[in-house]
C-alpha cells in the first residue's frame, strides 16, 4: 500500500462519518450565506515574475512536523503582506494536522483567494469547502477515478468555485485535457513515494496548452528553483515547507528571497 492509497482509506471513512452528519440541506443553507468567492483564476493571473500561491501546512507525512509554533493567523497575514496572490490550507488532519477550522479562522483576517487542500473524493467535500469560505479545491488525478473527476468537476463549478487538477504525469494530464481546465498544477512530489522531481514541470509544460495557467508545487527551496520552473514554463507557485519555515516574522523577506533572489533590498 502507497502513502496515497492509505490517505484514501482514511477518506473514504471520514466522508462516510460527513456524510450521515450532515444532510445535504444543510450544505444548501450554509452556502447561501457565504459571499461570493474570490477567483483564484483572476489573482494568479499575469502575476511578475510569476504568481504565488502560500500555503499554510504545520506537517506533512514525508517531513513531519514543519512548523513547531504554528500560527496560521499569524501567517496567513504575513503571506498577504508579502505579496502572495492566493493561500493554499491544508484541511486533512491525520497526515497534515491540518483542520477546516484553520481554514475558516484563515478566512477571517483576508481577502485573498483561499484554496482547499485536501484529498477530495466526494462531493461533500466540496460543500463543506464552500461553507467554510474557500474560493477552490484541490483535486488530485491520481487519486480519482475518470468519471469522478469530471463530476467532482461539475460540482465544484455548480457551486461557484474553482479547481485547482492536480497532475504528475503525461498520462494524467492527458485524461484531464477533455476538461479544458483553465488552471492545471503540476506536482514535483510523487503522492505514492513522495520523491520530489522539478523537471516534471519541464516535461509537462511542453504538451500543456500555452494558455493554460500552469502552476508548479512541490519542493521548490530556492530562488534557483524559482527560476528553473518559470523557465520551464511555469506561471506560478505553489510553496509550502519553504515558506513555513521562515515563520510568520520573517517570511515577508523570505517571499521577497524566493521570487527575487538575494539581490532584493
Ligand atoms: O511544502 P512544499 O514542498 O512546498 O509543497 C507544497 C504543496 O505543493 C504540497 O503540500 C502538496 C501538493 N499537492 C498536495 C496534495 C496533497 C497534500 C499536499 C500537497
Known amino acids: 500500500m502507497t502513502f496515497l492509497d492509505r490517505i484514501l482509506e482514511t477518506k473514504k471513512q471520514e466522508v462516510k462519518k460527513l456524510r450521515s452528519m450532515i444532510p445535504y440541506s444543510v450544505w444548501e443553507e450554509k452556502m447561501a450565506l457565504m459571499p461570493q468567492p474570490n477567483s483564484f483564476v483572476q489573482a494568479l493571473s499575469n502575476q511578475s515574475p510569476l504568481a504565488l500561491i502560500a500555503e499554510i501546512k504545520k506537517a506533512s507525512p514525508s517531513k513531519g512536523v514543519i512548523a513547531s509554533d504554528f500560527d496560521p493567523i499569524a501567517m496567513a497575514k504575513s503571506y498577504e503582506a508579502g505579496g502572495a496572490h492566493a493561500l493554499s490550507v491544508l484541511t486533512d488532519e491525520q497526515y497534515f494536522q491540518g483542520s477546516t477550522a484553520i481554514l475558516q479562522s484563515v478566512r477571517a483576517v483576508t481577502d485573498l483567494p483561499i484554496l482547499r487542500k485536501d484529498f477530495i473524493i466526494d462531493e461533500w467535500q466540496i460543500y463543506e469547502a464552500r461553507a467554510i469560505g474557500a474560493d477552490a479545491v484541490l483535486l488530485i488525478v491520481a487519486a480519482l477515478t475518470d468519471d469522478q473527476l469530471v463530476s467532482l468537476y461539475r460540482t465544484v ?90 515563520g510568520s516574522e520573517h517570511v515577508k523577506q523570505g517571499i521577497a528571497h524566493l521570487l527575487f533572489g538575494a539581490n532584493y533590498k
Open 157 to 246: 463549478q455548480s457551486i461557484g468555485l474553482e479547481a485547482l487538477i492536480e497532475v504528475h504525469s503525461l498520462e494524467e494530464w492527458e485524461r484531464i485535457r477533455p476538461l479544458h481546465p483553465r488552471i492545471v498544477g503540476v506536482n514535483h512530489r510523487n503522492l505514492h513515494t513522495f520523491e520530489v522531481d522539478l523537471s516534471m514541470t519541464e516535461r509537462l509544460s511542453q504538451v500543456i496548452d500555452e494558455d493554460i495557467l500552469l502552476i508548479s508545487e512541490s519542493g521548490i527551496r530556492d530562488h534557483s528553483d524559482v527560476m528553473r520552473v518559470k523557465d520551464f514554463g511555469a506561471k506560478g507557485i505553489l510553496v509550502g515547507e519553504t515558506l513555513m519555515r521562515y
